[in-house]
C-alpha cells in the first residue's frame, strides 16, 4: 500500500505488523496482516478472500446539493446503502452559495471511499461533475428513472417500483422541492413521479428512505 492510504494507516492509525485489515483492489476483497511499516508503504500478506458487496441493480443518485454537511452525510449514507454513481445537481432551489461545488470534489471522493471501505463495497461510486437538472437529467439512460416529488398527485413510491431492472435512477431534490421547468424537463427525459408520503422531509432523511425503499423493493 502507498499514498494517502499508506500515510493514514501507518501515522494517523499507527499500524503495527500483525494486525488485520481488510483490502480491495477495485475487484474484490482480502483480509491482509501487517507486515512492515515504512515511512511511504505498508507491506501486507494477503490472508484469505472475503465475500464484497456488488450491487444487484446500477443505481444513479441525482442529488441536489444543500448545505454541505447535510449533503457529505448524505452521499456517505447513499455510498453504505449501494449507489454506483453520484450526480451532485445545481437545483434551482439550491442555496447559491452551495453551487460552487466542484471545489470540494477531491473531500466527497475521499469520503466515498472511506464510506466504501467501511461498508465493504468493492467499488467506490463514480461522482460525477455538478450539473444542472436540465443537463443532467437528459443524459440518464437506465431502465426505471424516478423523481421523488412532493405534489399531491404523485404516487407513492411501493407503487412506482416494480420488477428489477438492471439499472435506475433516483432524482432527489433540494429543500423546497423542484420548480415547473425542472419537472417538465425530467418528464421529457422520461422519469416518473413518486412520493415518499405526507411528510416534508429534509434531503439527507429522503436519501436514505428512497434508496431503502428501492433496495427492498428490488431485492437488494
Known sequence: MLGNAAHHLGNVLRAQPGQ???L?????????RVE??????????????????????DV??????????????????ATELGVSTIVPLAAARSEKAQLAAGKRADRWRKLLVEA?????????PALEDA????????????????????????PALRKV????????ALAIGPEGGWTEEEFAVAHRAGFQEASLGQLILRTETAVIAALASLNYALGD
Open 60 to 77: 444513479t443518485l441525482l442529488l441536489a446539493v444543500v448545505k454541505f454537511d447535510a449533503f457529505e452525510w448524505a452521499i456517505e449514507k
Open 161 to 168: 417500483l416494480s420488477g428489477t431492472p438492471p439499472s435506475a
Open 20 to 22: 488485520f485489515y481488510e
Open 116 to 124: 466504501s471501505e467501511q461498508s465493504r463495497r468493492v467499488r467506490v
Open 131 to 154: 450539473a444542472r437538472p436540465a443537463e443532467a437529467f437528459p443524459r440518464q439512460s437506465a431502465a426505471m428513472k424516478i423523481l421523488l416529488s412532493e405534489r399531491p398527485l404523485a
Open 36 to 57: 512492515r511499516v515504512l515511512r511511504d508503504r505498508v507491506e501486507f500478506a494477503l490472508v484469505e478472500e472475503i465475500p464484497g458487496y456488488q450491487p444487484r441493480v
Open 24 to 32: 480491495s483492489d477495485g475487484q474484490r476483497v482480502c483480509l491482509g
